[in-house]
């Protein structure tokens, strides 16, 4: 039957081949492109051929649309060459002509959609044959060791309680416990709901069953939480429900403004779940207020902030994640400056940031100690199931045998031992160096088996620098303190049960996986030396914990709804709200919405739970971008704004909402204040403070600088609805991606290319060559072409708008590419950021270079002393004047209009090329001062050249080219700054 399908679909298969050679494709083009008879919506003028050639790869690749374009993410181009879609796309009254090759492709995308159809049930069912398999598989294994898991134990007891003799083993169970009392009721299934009900509910008279939960904090379904269990027992309860009316975290005006904030809606968590309004606890005070600028008195402060976000640009889905992140970091800086407690400064340790993602985790993390604010990253509850366990696993695998090469391997590109792909392959290259690191797991195993785990690990440890390592990074307090408890765990565990490496190997596994019988308290995550410091973590680690002042910075941010090519869980809406699992089908649009709404349900109670963990004031961040606040509040995201000012308005004074950024504030008013009344003070030094030598670069200079970290959306690409640019004014790259791997590519072609002799044949081979070598060789012929044709049209460009030279009239003598420097940096207290603002606020072009001072002032690198190292990517010359170009691939825009000289300042400016070029030319400057006889600047310097390569054209002089020649006063300014030392 299916070598029958396959047969048919070949068949229709062969028809549209032919009817592609047959003339199909510019019958087709002739047909899409023709304004009179087809809307340009789905057809751009400028797209049409390079979907064609999609097309022709399809038909000649001879593979299903399913098979291929999936991966490539151009199936959607591909279909709209089929009768019944270009008919859709027909001018009113408009009747089009028959062509061969669309009736052929409506045949064979029909065949392909059954076939996938057929494919998608197999699937289903192999997917389910496998997961049964699996799980009794994992049951026998288990029976046979005579071990059991939690969930294992549940589904017995279940299965034992509803089988034959389940009413004696009821009624068992019953005479041990006369009452049953259960907590988090919330956080349950149908399965231990059901043992319940059936020992305690099943019996007359029944004994006393409490349950106590609140489906507000239902957050947990991704462990197996299942809410609708919950609500079946309330239901189940009847009347003998009660609700508790006093809230005794918080402090009155808190719990005013969230009774407020949730009035807004009538049902906010979905069916079932309702908000009840409670009252403040009679001992709960109001202990929030911030101290006036001046640092006098203190005035009473709202207890909910809302702080409305706008979007960075229209077209992007929500706030830029760093630029929140920075702007949280701000707000806890202000805070920790004028907020006050009970009249008494806020100790950072009272403050909390729940995100909702880990790598959210990891950007407020940077972001405060960007600003010197100490913070502590919350870990799982248990060490055992942290990254450093895991790794540490793995290292000591390596040092019990060192002679294996994957486990060396693996143990090297732990975060521990820290070498990445790159560093793991030049070991391929360098026997030598492999030798050592063998020598050195071998050494270290040795002293493990004589003198123990901490001797053998901390040898190899010490030797190195796995603690300097992980407390230079990201969460390194935590790491640390992980390792040193799993060692001390390991240690404890050799000396008690007298283990050798193998079998403390074994151990440390079991105890990954959660099989050892061992004293939970033992592995439950210790303080980290930062546990005074801002608690950063996520809302689902918080949930039972409670912090003075809470920060929500993603309150906008839905977990995401079902997505087509996944599974997911929703629940049956029939009486008995069964779990079921959904792995595709024809059914799958119809429970679709089910699954959604459940997700938007568990959102909404996420948000719940993360503005109940403040005692005294929670500061949300809101953006008009839909999400739980946004439905919470209003529904549609667009009236977020003034609902919001509603709110405030309407809450006496407890509600606030902030638009503007707090001022900035310096970080060591931020940084907290002592525990206690003692006065200490550092000794003031008696001299300057040495500054060690070190080699950094221009990457180095501007890394984590706000502009930088944050640039506007370059690389969104424009909506189908959008108005698009006329075929003349559209860049032929618009719809090449952006990201370093296609920058890395064409800065490769041109080092690579003969400048003055290149055509089409060569540029296209050195293309190809770099695409594949950077991950690229995915990219459609049509995409190709383009890029072809743009390097072309770069080398043929005029450099300025008056003419002057093309990147093709430079012969090879004349020039030089990927030119390394190493400029000295040697002034005696070192060069900071103000150092170079200076000399561009006092030297610079007062139109824009001058303004760029400002930018300067804010990089954040450490006083530097040494050396600046870099590559120029083009140095040449021409008609007697040395010049530094560099090439960009900056996406700025689907025009040429974007691409204008005068569009490029703010992008130069953003990025921080501004101080690139003058490092350039400062050091060809000393170059030349070397090299070249009777060099003078202003006679023998050019200037600098920044191609930003997707705006250029040779019938455009100029777009895509930002120029300029510092003047000499500037070169000499910045020369003296950066110093010398003769060197």
């Not at 963990?613 to 995201?637: D, M, N, T, W, Y």
Request: charged share 30%; hydrophobic share 40%.
């Amino acid at each position: 039957m299916a070598e029958l399908a396959l047969d048919d679909w070949r068949r229709l298969l062969d028809a549209a081949r032919a009817a592609w050679r047959d003339g199909g494709r510019e019958r087709v083009r002739d047909l899409v492109r023709d304004r009179k008879r087809v809307a340009g919506k789905y057809f751009r003028t400028n797209s049409v051929d390079g979907w064609l050639d999609l097309l022709g790869d399809a038909l000649e690749r001879g593979e299903p649309l399913i098979v291929w374009s999936i991966e490539d993410g151009q199936r959607d181009k591909v279909e709209r060459f089929r009768a019944s879609f270009v008919e859709g796309q027909a001018k009113p009254g408009v009747d089009l002509p028959r062509i061969d090759l669309l009736d052929a492709m409506d045949e064979l995308l029909a065949e392909e959609e059954r076939l996938e159809s057929e494919l998608e049930g197999v699937s289903i069912g192999l997917a389910r044959r496998f997961a049964d398999e699996a799980l009794d598989q994992e049951r026998d294994l288990l029976r046979e060791s005579g071990r059991a898991t939690h969930d294992g134990i549940v589904d017995e007891l279940y299965r034992a309680l509803q089988g034959e003799g389940g009413e004696a083993l009821a009624e068992a169970l019953r005479g041990e416990f006369g009452a049953a009392l259960i907590d988090e009721f919330q956080d349950t299934d149908a399965r231990q709901y059901g043992i319940f009900q059936r020992v305690f509910a099943g019996a007359r008279p029944a004994p006393p069953l409490l349950l106590i939960g609140d489906p507000k904090q239902a957050i947990y379904s991704f462990r197996g939480a299942d809410v609708f269990a919950y609500l079946k027992a309330k239901r189940d309860a009847g009347e003998a429900v009660c609700s508790l009316a006093v809230n005794r975290r918080s402090g009155p005006m808190l719990v005013g403004a969230l009774n407020r904030l949730y009035a807004q809606a009538d049902t906010p968590f979905g069916p079932e779940i309702d908000y009840e309004r409670v009252e403040a606890a009679d001992d709960k005070r109001d202990l929030f207020g911030r101290a006036a600028p001046d640092g006098g008195s203190v005035a009473p402060g709202a207890a909910l902030e809302l702080v409305f976000v706008e979007r960075d640009n229209p077209r992007s889905p929500a706030p830029a994640e760093a630029r929140v992140a920075a702007r949280v970091a701000a707000h806890v800086a202000e805070l920790l400056a004028r907020g006050r407690l009970e009249n008494e400064p806020i100790e950072p340790k009272e403050v909390a940031v729940l995100c909702r993602t880990n790598r959210q985790v990891s950007a407020v993390f940077e972001a405060l100690a960007a600003r010197g604010i100490g913070a502590s990253v919350r870990g799982p509850q248990s060490v055992a199931g942290s990254e450093e366990a895991a790794e540490l696993e793995c290292v000591l695998a390596a040092l019990a045998e060192p002679g294996r090469a994957a486990f060396v391997r693996a143990a090297l590109s732990t975060r521990l031992l820290g070498l990445d792909a790159a560093g793991l392959l030049a070991l391929d290259q360098d026997e030598a160096g492999w030798t050592r690191w063998v020598e050195a797991f071998a050494n270290a195993g040795r002293r493990w088996t004589e003198c123990g785990v901490l001797a053998g690990a901390g040898a190899l440890f010490d030797r190195t620098g796995v603690r300097r390592r992980l407390l230079a990074g990201f969460g390194g307090d935590r790491a640390a303190a992980n390792l040193d408890h799993l060692l001390e765990l390991c240690h404890e565990a050799e000396r008690r049960e007298r283990l050798a490496p193998a079998a403390l190997l074994r151990w440390l596994g079991e105890l990954r996986a959660g099989l050892l019988e061992e004293p939970a308290e033992d592995h439950r995550l210790r303080l980290d030396r930062e546990s005074g410091a801002v608690q950063v973590g996520t809302v689902h680690g918080a949930k039972g914990l409670e912090y003075d002042v809470v920060y929500v910075p993603w309150a906008w941010q839905p977990s995401g709804g079902p997505r087509a090519d996944r599974w997911w869980i929703y629940h049956d809406p029939g009486e008995e709200r069964r779990a079921v699992l959904d792995l595709g089908g024809p059914e799958r649009e119809t429970v679709q919405p089910l699954a959604a709404a459940e997700r938007e349900q568990e959102d909404a109670r996420l948000l719940y739970v993360a503005l109940t963990r403040a005692r005294q004031r929670c500061s949300v961040f809101c953006a008009p971008v839909g999400g739980p606040f946004a439905r919470l509040l209003v529904g549609e995201p667009q009236r977020l704004e003034n609902a919001l000012a509603g709110l405030a308005a309407d809450s006496g004074g407890a509600i606030e909402v902030v638009r503007d950024w707090p001022g900035d504030v310096a970080p060591a008013a931020a940084r907290g204040h002592a525990s206690d009344t003692a006065d200490w003070r550092a000794r003031e030094p008696g001299r300057p403070a040495a500054v060690g030598e070190r080699t950094s670069s221009f990457s180095g200079l501007v890394h984590g600088a706000p502009e930088a970290a944050d640039p506007r959306d370059l690389d969104s690409a424009s909506s189908e609805d959008e108005p698009l640019p006329a075929e003349s004014e559209r860049i032929p790259l618009a719809e090449l991606p952006g990201g370093a791997r296609t920058g890395t590519a064409l800065h490769e072609v041109f080092e690579r290319l003969d400048l003055d002799a290149a055509d089409p044949e060569s540029v296209r081979s050195v293309l190809d060559r770099s695409l594949e070598r950077h991950g690229l060789g995915g990219l459609g012929e049509a995409l190709r072409s383009s890029l072809g044709r743009a390097v072309l049209d770069a080398l043929d460009a005029p450099l300025a708008g008056d003419g002057g030279p093309r990147l093709r009239d430079l012969p090879a003598p004349a020039r030089a590419s990927e030119l390394e420097f190493w400029l000295a940096a040697r002034p005696a207290a070192g060069i900071e950021p103000a150092t170079l603002a200076e000399v561009f606020e006092s030297h610079g072009d007062p139109r824009r270079v001058r303004s760029y001072a400002a930018h300067a002032r804010g990089l954040g690198f450490a006083r530097l002393r040494g050396f600046l190292r870099g590559f120029v990517d083009l140095v040449f010359e021409h008609e007697g004047r040395w010049y530094v170009l560099d090439y960009k691939s900056n996406r700025l825009g689907e025009r040429f209009s974007d691409y204008a000289p005068e569009r490029l300042w703010n992008e130069m400016c953003a990025r921080h090329y501004v101080l690139q070029y003058h490092l350039y030319a400062l050091a060809l400057h000393r170059l030349l001062r070397l090299r070249l006889p009777g060099y003078d600047y202003a006679t023998h310097f050019g200037g600098a050249y920044y191609l930003f390569l997707r705006g250029m054209a040779p019938d455009r002089p100029g777009h895509g080219v930002y120029f300029d020649c510092p003047p000499a006063g500037l070169m000499e300014a910045l020369d003296a700054a950066v110093g010398r030392e003769g060197a």
